[in-house]
T-cell receptor, first 111, second 114 residues
């Protein structure tokens, strides 16, 4: 079952601009994770935010979580062409259940 | 370097044949997972295993089988009963019992069945 839904499905921006992707989910969670996938490759973990956290930063990444709205956002600041990839949110509902992934946002950063 | 190795990267089979995809990890992770990804789609869970000699069905297990005889290995067999097997298959692992640990992924196997 698909838990997270990313929005938009695709996003095209110029290098140097900020990119914002959103994720909505349906049930209560322990944490929410964001992953990146380059074309034809496996996913790489970017950042994890716990259900009791509201905001988290890692380098040029900023993640927010609003559990009352069941939504999260990923902001990439000062984007680079190398940020071109698909980005997925994944929800972790309890300690040992598998992560449930959304359909992803395809980001294109134009140099 | 620790990581997850999937092989082969590309696999071609004729319809009606079973095929096994390999997944090996040296991260000492207890839990392993198989996901399927179709073009422009998210990941859908096929099977997962939290411990050796035990595994559970995911959302789309029909037409697939797995085994977990060793901690390091979690092969996936795509059987002839799988109606639409052409897809990108991703294997992942993480520490079990640590619900906040991220998944580590292999680089996938692209299976084409004609």
């Amino acid at each position: 079952s698909q838990q997270g839904e990313e929005d938009p499905q695709a996003l095209s921006i110029q290098e140097g601009e900020n990119a914002t992707m959103n994720c909505s989910y349906k049930t209560s969670i322990n944490n929410l994770q964001w992953y990146r996938q380059n074309s034809g490759r496996g996913l790489v973990h970017l950042i994890l935010i716990r259900s009791n956290e509201r905001e988290k930063h890692s380098g040029r990444l900023r993640v927010t979580l609003d559990t009352s709205k069941k939504s999260s956002s990923l902001l990439i600041t000062a984007s680079r062409a190398a940020d071109t990839a698909s980005y997925f949110c994944a929800t972790d509902q309890s300690g040992n259940t598998p992560l449930v992934f959304g359909k992803g946002t395809r980001l294109s950063v134009i140099a | 370097d620790g990581g997850i190795t999937q092989s082969p990267k590309y696999l071609f089979r004729k319809e009606g044949q079973n095929v096994t995809l390999s997944c090996e990890q040296n991260l000492n992770h207890d839990a392993m997972y198989w996901y399927r990804q179709d073009p422009g789609q998210g990941l859908r869970l096929i099977y997962y295993s939290q411990i050796v000699n035990d595994f559970q069905k995911g959302d789309i297990a029909e037409g697939y089988s797995v085994s977990r005889e060793k901690k390091e290995s979690f092969p996936l067999t795509v059987t002839s009963a799988q109606k639409n097997p052409t897809a990108f298959y991703l294997c992942a692992s993480r520490m079990a019992g640590a619900g906040r640990s991220p998944l580590h992924f292999g680089n996938g196997t692209r299976l084409t069945v004609t």
